[in-house]
């Protein structure tokens, strides 16, 4: 049987798990976004260890991952109304 949930909205359906995952890693990616802004700051050098390809990936992908979110989410900030 497949798991429910119901949204704000009170619709309820069945979670695709592909979707969360997609979804997990976008909001991964703003926040290590948000904790290299900060690092990079305080200058810590934190991201030595890693291959600069992979750390860049890692903390680079803020952007993307806030259009991603909200791209699987069905919704973006143009659509609110104020």
């Known amino acids: 049987m497949e798991p429910q ?3 704000a909205f009170g619709r309820s359906g069945p979670r695709i798990d592909g ?3 997609l979804r997990g ?3 991964l990616f703003v926040l290590l976004n948000h904790v290299n802004m900060r690092l ?3 200058h810590i050098p934190y991201g030595a ?3 600069p ?3 860049s990936t890692l903390v680079w992908n803020g ?3 806030v259009q991603i979110f909200f791209a699987i989410s069905g ?3 143009a659509s609110w109304e104020r």
Do not use: N, Y
């Open 75 to 77: 919704s973006s900030p």
């Open 5 to 7: 949930s119901s949204d």
């Open 19 to 21: 979707i969360d995952l």
């Open 40 to 42: 990079v700051l305080a």
């Open 25 to 27: 890693s976008a909001i």
């Open 63 to 65: 952007q993307a991952g």
């Open 49 to 51: 260890a890693l291959p």
């Open 53 to 55: 390809v992979l750390f």
